[in-house]
């Protein structure tokens, strides 16, 4: 094996795989069988984000870095001028083995720029997948990136051997795909998407009946949405992550900000970054939506294309609605107490079961731990205390603003807590 070409594949192949913010692992639970390496349940990779939220503890490299086309939002499209390399299947293979006998991953995150066709490019990520498990019996981690346009034969095989597959959207409106990735068409998305849930399905139902069913993508599928490359608001975007969670079963859709990496003039300009800000609120919009029971259209609408910066959507969307409050924190339903800027769904719990047992006033619900600086003008509890709820909705957001203590506004100078 020639290491120092080795090297070098591995540094241009990971750089150019640093682009694909979806490797998060969670969910799986494939076991370790027969003595083999890995344990996808066991590894602790659930977990392993970087403060901004991106995953590290998986191998994360392309497969090749070679492309047919030529998405002018990617690094990798034909006509830039960068060096380029090529991994041999086996060579993919044995790194993944060495870096995990070495306890540097926990598992593979595969993507491939497509070479020669999609379905020749998907082949090829399969095979990687399929060794490891058949030859190596590697039971870690493998998140494999499905390649808009391939085949249904090959989606179905990929999903035996993948814990997750995920297809990138890359771009959240079809006429923003329409103008920076003209060879692609919004199809050759869906098509792998819709497969991938529907035999996510289809092997869940015949496990009920089979016993040796295998497991189909265990992990099910995600996405990515490339934030900020065309003009899109925030809207667009989460209506379109909605429609993917809806239609799709996705389990995370992301949310990266593009980095400007051409001069391309439908292109943002090269020194405009994308503020890590805007993906923090779209990933909090997320969580709003799938676990707060938030609709889409009530965070953000026609009146409300973009979210605010200076706050968090939840308190937004609170000081937006000052007549659904104060709640009763003693008598509200859960569903409603969920909706209390400061307050989590860790606090609402402990919150429903704490008042079973006695009324619940400032000091105990300081003591469950709700952030009490902004909950305290929402709600009412056992106490005579009055918070100032008679002010403006702009004259409260200044105040909590001034009162929040977050943990991240010292750098960003910006409130940026979550809920
Ligand atoms: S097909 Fe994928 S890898 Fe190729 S240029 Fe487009 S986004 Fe990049």
């Avoid at 991106?54 to 034909?78: E, P, Q």
């Avoid at 060579?91 to 540097?104: A, G, K, M, S």
């Avoid at 107490?337 to 307050?343: A, Q, T, Y």
């Avoid at 469950?368 to 305290?376: L, M, P």
Wanted: aromatic residues 10%; charged residues 30%; contains cysteine.
């Amino acid at each position: 094996m020639d290491f120092d070409r080795i090297k070098e594949k591995l540094s241009i192949l990971a750089d150019a795989a640093k682009y694909d913010v979806s490797c998060s692992s969670s969910g799986s639970k494939r076991k370790n069988t027969n003595k083999g390496l890995g344990n996808a349940s066991e590894m602790g990779i659930c977990h392993s984000y970087t403060q901004d939220g991106r995953c590290v503890s998986l191998l994360k490299i392309l497969l090749t870095n070679h492309c047919i086309f030529d998405c002018a939002y990617c690094v990798t499209r034909r006509s830039n001028d960068i060096k380029r390399a090529a991994f041999k299947i086996q060579e993919v293979v044995d790194l993944t083995i060495n870096f995990y006998r070495r306890n540097y991953i926990e598992g593979l995150f595969l993507s491939s720029g497509i070479f020669k066709s999609p379905d020749h490019t998907m082949e090829r990520l399969i095979s990687v997948a399929k060794k490891l498990r058949e030859e190596e019996n590697f039971n870690g981690y493998i998140h494999l990136k499905s390649i808009p346009g391939a085949s249904d034969e090959l989606m179905r095989e990929a999903g035996l051997y993948a814990d997750r597959l995920s297809v990138n959207i890359e771009i959240p409106t079809k006429s923003g795909l329409k103008l920076l990735a003209p060879e692609k068409d919004h199809t050759d998305f869906m098509k792998p998407m819709e497969k991938v849930k529907n035999e996510i399905i289809q092997y869940k139902k015949e496990s009920k009946l089979i016993k040796h069913t295998p497991t189909y993508a265990p992990a099910g599928q995600s996405t990515q949405m490339i934030v900020g490359a065309t003009g899109e608001s925030d809207r667009d975007i989460m209506y379109s992550s909605a429609f993917f969670y809806k239609n799709y079963n996705m389990k995370r859709v992301y949310y990266s900000g593009y980095v400007p990496i051409s001069n391309d003039p439908r292109l943002p300009a090269l020194n405009s970054q994308v503020p890590m800000l805007r993906e923090n609120r779209l990933y909090q919009t997320d969580w709003l939506m799938r676990f707060y029971g938030f609709d889409i259209r009530e965070l953000l609408n026609k009146d409300f294309p973009f979210l605010d910066m200076d706050i968090d959507p939840k308190l937004s969307w609170a000081l937006r609605n000052r007549q659904h409050f104060p709640l009763d924190i003693n008598k509200a339903e859960k569903r409603h107490l969920l909706r209390v800027p400061g307050i989590g769904l860790k606090s609402v719990n402990k919150i429903i079961h704490a008042r079973k047992f006695k009324k619940l006033n400032w000091e105990h619900l300081k003591k469950i731990g709700i952030a009490y600086n902004r909950a305290k003008y929402f709600i009412t509890c056992d106490s005579r205390e009055k918070e100032l709820r008679e002010l403006s909705s702009e004259n409260l957001k200044s105040i909590i603003i001034q009162n929040s203590q977050s943990k991240f506004r010292k750098k960003l100078n910006n409130q940026l807590s979550l809920f």
